[in-house]
């Protein structure tokens, strides 16, 4: 399939906030309430056919960007930002590919970004959600699913100059050889204040749902996990130990261990993993730590080698992932993975996945989570990972936010009598159905991106104008 070509005609935006059922601390920030926004795209493809298409995702505060000098709502206000500009950019290209409206406007858009103190990760969310709104409405024209579509490059992809290190690459070949997995691995995340046992805990939510990680592992039969680390060599290396003896009950599981950007350099994390192979009750979990995943700070990271720590264990980008050649930085350093997060753009993962499959088994990615909530925001993101044929994802917006609360009944029954593989009916409504550490994902396999079900956009409020710079 060429890859038809469509005019943007519209963009709506709206969010609505949420409550966490139990607060979650990454790097310097612990969340107890958030806010998601929701992106809706009309499109006109060349016959004259119009139709819409919508994107969800969380407005995360203090990730996209770290300055401790800004308050969680200035953050927020960054990404209505990207949203704005990535609209008006979008509703000026005309004609264009799927593909086409993100690489033709990425560069300028960046630019626009930057000039108002916006990082390219900040840029790329609002990308991201346009791009995924616009796509969802053109397989949805098409009536077919994101898996056929983008195996049969309906997007378009081609090689262009946003990505020059991959001229003459065969994208259309990519495409069609993927092979989407039709159930993935949960990946659940320990988190800094996450209680590891009922001793950690003063009170409980008492909701009937997991709460220690003892209860969660119990609970869900979870194979993999994902340990976030504080930057404090000695307090990370007492947790990891409280963390290992729940683990260890669990034969063969396996770990991604995440600094979280708290390590000054990267001779820090590789002190850390010494302190670790050192420790005799951590021997289990050492021989299941798959991959590292951002131990040192953004600003530093792609300036100083990862080989001490990559010596031991591969190491990943995430936070720094910014720029769109950040992979390539990342690579001269000896960083060998990427991550794959949806609210950086389905473009951006499939390029980083081209980039894999031209450098070689050595490469691989990744798929993490931005605390994704029940309905189209996890959906998108796993029929990304799914796409991709990755063994596993981080998840946790299952846990720390209990199903589709804050919405209507009726939009949470609507999504899970549309996925009832994914979703199960609880006391408590609708949640995240997880099996033996798995979830199954064949039911997102109808036209649309991972989706055919819309949110109820009348509960919601519309988006506010962003107040940036501030």
Known sequence: ?????????????????????????????????????????????????????????????????????????????????????????????????????????????????????????????????????????????????????????????????????????????????????????????????????????????????????????????????????????????????????????????????????????????????????????LRQLCAGVAYIEQPVKRARALETGMAALAAARPVIIDESDGALDAFVQARGLGYAGVSSKACKGVWRSLINFARCRQWGPSYFMTGEDLTTLAGLSVQQDLALVALLGLGHVERNGHHFIDGFNGRPKTEAVRFMEAHPDLYADTPRGPRLRIRDGQLELGSLDVPGLGAREEPDFTAMQVMPKAEWPG
Request: glycine share 10%.
């Open 1 to 281: 399939m060429i890859g038809p070509r469509f005019r943007i005609l519209g963009i709506e935006r709206r969010e609505w906030p949420f409550r966490l059922r139990l607060p979650f601390r990454f790097g310097v920030i612990t969340v107890t309430e958030g806010r998601q926004a929701v992106v809706r795209a009309r499109i006109r493809d060349q016959s004259g056919r119009e139709g819409w298409g919508v994107a969800a995702e969380s407005l995360a505060a203090k990730w996209f960007d770290k300055d401790p000098a800004l308050s969680d709502a200035q953050n927020e206000h960054q990404l209505r930002r990207a949203l704005e500009l990535a609209g008006d950019a979008s509703l000026a290209v005309g004609d264009a590919t799927a593909f086409g409206h993100f690489a033709d406007t990425y560069a300028a858009h960046v630019d626009a970004c930057g000039r108002e103190g916006l990082n390219p990760l900040v840029a790329s969310y609002g990308r991201s959600l346009v791009d995924r709104a616009a796509l969802d409405a053109l397989l949805k024209l098409h009536g077919t699913s994101f898996f056929a579509g983008m195996r049969a490059n309906i997007g378009g992809m081609a090689p262009h100059a946003v990505a020059p290190d991959l001229a003459g690459f065969d994208f259309g070949a990519m495409l069609a050889g993927l092979a989407p997995a039709r159930r993935i691995e949960a990946r659940h995340t320990v988190g800094l204040v996450d209680p590891i046992n009922a001793a950690d805990q003063d009170r409980r939510v008492g909701d009937g749902l997991p709460e220690t990680l003892e209860e969660v592992a119990a609970t869900y039969g979870h194979r993999w996990w994902k340990l976030k680390v504080g930057g404090d060599a000695a307090a990370d290396l007492d947790r990891l130990c409280r963390i290992a003896a729940v683990l260890d009950r669990r034969p063969g599981y396996r770990v991604s261990l995440d600094g979280n950007e708290q390590y000054a350099d990267a001779e820090g994390a590789a002190e850390l993993w010494r302190a670790m192979e050192g420790e005799p009750r």
